[in-house]
C-alpha cells in the first residue's frame, strides 16, 4: 500500500522552511520518551452511542477540559495528521468558512492537529491566508498522541510498526457528538484523502431531524427531501402523525413523509 504520510521529506521541507522551530521539535521517538502505546484493555470503545471519552487539553484557545466544552452543545471533534501539510490545511479553510452553518445547527467545532501549540499558532496564520478566512474554532494540540489514541486516530499500519518509526500518525476522524456527550457518528478518512465538509452537515441536519422528528433519511437524502417512515411506527401510526396525505406507502416497510427541514 502506498503511504502517503509525511515521513522525513515533507518534514524536512517544512522545517528547512521553518528553521526556527526545529529546535522545538522533539528529536526523541515519543515512545522513547516513556509514552507507551496503549494496549487494548486501555482503548475505550468508541461505539455510536457510547459517551465520548473525557480529556484535558491544551488548544489554541487556552486549555479545556471536553466534556465541559461540549457543556449541552452539539459537537464536532476532526482530527489533522500534521500543521503545515496541504490536505489539512483546505481541510481547516473550508471548516472554518463553514463557521455560520455550524452554529446554525448549535453545532461547537474543535479542531485537532498532532503538533504543539507554537506551530499551531503559527499554522493557523497560514490558513487565514491562504484560504482568505478566519479560524474561529480551538484547534486541540496533540503533539504526544494522548486525545488520538484516546479516539483511536491512528493508522494500524503505523501501530504494527511503532518500534521503528517511534509515533504513530494521526489520522482524519470526524466524531459527532450530541449534547447527551454520546457519539452519534464517527468517519474515518486516511491521511491522503480530505474530507467532504456538505456530508459532515448534511449527517448532522439527519440526526437533529431525527432526534426532532422521529424519522429516518434515505440514501443522498438531504435537508427537505423526504423521509422515511421508521419500522417501529405502523403506517397508520404514520398518518396520525405526520397526516392523512402525508405518508406515501411504496411497501409496508418503505414509508415516505415530508416533515419540512
Ligand atoms: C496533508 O496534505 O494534509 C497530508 C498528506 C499526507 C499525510 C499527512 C497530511
Known amino acids: 500500500m502506498a503511504s502517503f504520510l509525511p515521513r522525513a521529506a515533507p518534514r524536512a521541507l517544512r522545517f528547512a522552511a521553518r528553521p526556527v522551530l526545529r529546535s522545538q521539535r522533539p528529536a526523541i521517538p515519543l515512545l522513547r520518551r516513556g509514552l507507551a502505546t496503549p494496549t487494548v484493555a486501555e482503548q475505550p470503545r468508541l461505539r455510536l452511542g457510547s459517551v465520548a471519552p473525557n480529556f484535558q487539553a491544551k488548544t489554541t484557545h487556552g486549555d479545556i477540559d471536553f466534556h465541559k466544552f461540549i457543556e449541552g452543545s452539539w459537537a464536532i471533534?476532526?482530527?489533522?495528521?500534521?500543521?503545515?501539510?496541504?490536505?489539512?490545511?483546505?481541510?481547516?479553510?473550508?471548516?472554518?468558512?463553514?463557521?455560520?452553518?455550524?452554529?446554525?445547527?448549535?453545532?461547537?467545532?474543535?479542531?485537532?492537529?498532532?503538533?504543539?501549540?507554537?506551530?499551531?499558532?503559527?499554522?493557523?496564520?497560514?490558513?487565514?491566508?491562504?484560504?482568505?478566512?478566519?479560524?474561529?474554532f480551538p484547534i486541540i494540540a496533540?503533539?504526544?498522541?494522548?486525545?488520538?489514541?484516546?479516539?483511536?486516530?491512528?493508522?494500524?499500519?503505523?501501530?504494527?510498526?511503532?518500534?521503528?518509526?517511534?509515533?504513530?500518525?494521526?489520522?482524519?476522524?470526524?466524531?459527532?457528538?450530541?449534547?447527551?456527550?454520546?457519539i452519534r457518528l464517527t468517519m474515518l478518512y486516511p491521511a491522503s484523502t480530505g474530507r467532504n465538509?456538505?456530508?459532515?452537515?448534511?449527517?448532522?441536519?439527519?440526526?437533529?431531524?431525527g432526534?426532532?422528528?422521529?424519522?429516518?433519511?434515505?440514501?443522498?437524502?438531504?435537508?427537505?427531501?423526504?423521509?422515511?417512515?421508521?419500522?417501529?411506527?405502523?403506517?397508520?401510526?404514520a398518518r396520525k402523525k405526520f397526516g392523512e396525505g402525508n405518508v406515501r406507502e411504496v411497501k409496508p416497510y418503505l414509508r415516505f413523509t415530508n416533515v419540512g427541514k
Open 77 to 136: 471533534l476532526f482530527s489533522h495528521p500534521a500543521d503545515f501539510t496541504p490536505v489539512c490545511t483546505t481541510e481547516l479553510g473550508a471548516f472554518a468558512k463553514l463557521k455560520d452553518e455550524f452554529e446554525k445547527r448549535g453545532v461547537k467545532m474543535i479542531g485537532l492537529s498532532a503538533d504543539d501549540l507554537t506551530l499551531h499558532d503559527q499554522w493557523v496564520s497560514d490558513i487565514n491566508e491562504v484560504c482568505n478566512t478566519s479560524v474561529s
Open 142 to 182: 496533540d503533539a504526544d498522541r494522548k486525545v488520538a489514541y484516546l479516539y483511536d486516530m491512528i493508522s494500524q499500519d503505523d501501530l504494527d510498526n511503532i518500534a521503528t518509526k517511534g509515533i504513530a500518525f494521526t489520522i482524519r476522524a470526524v466524531f459527532i457528538i450530541d449534547p447527551s456527550k454520546k
Open 197 to 209: 465538509t456538505s456530508e459532515v452537515l448534511r449527517v448532522i441536519d439527519s440526526l437533529q431531524l
Open 211 to 237: 432526534d426532532r422528528k422521529g424519522v429516518v433519511t434515505p440514501i443522498d437524502w438531504t435537508a427537505g427531501e423526504d423521509v422515511i417512515v421508521p419500522p417501529s411506527v405502523s403506517t397508520a401510526e
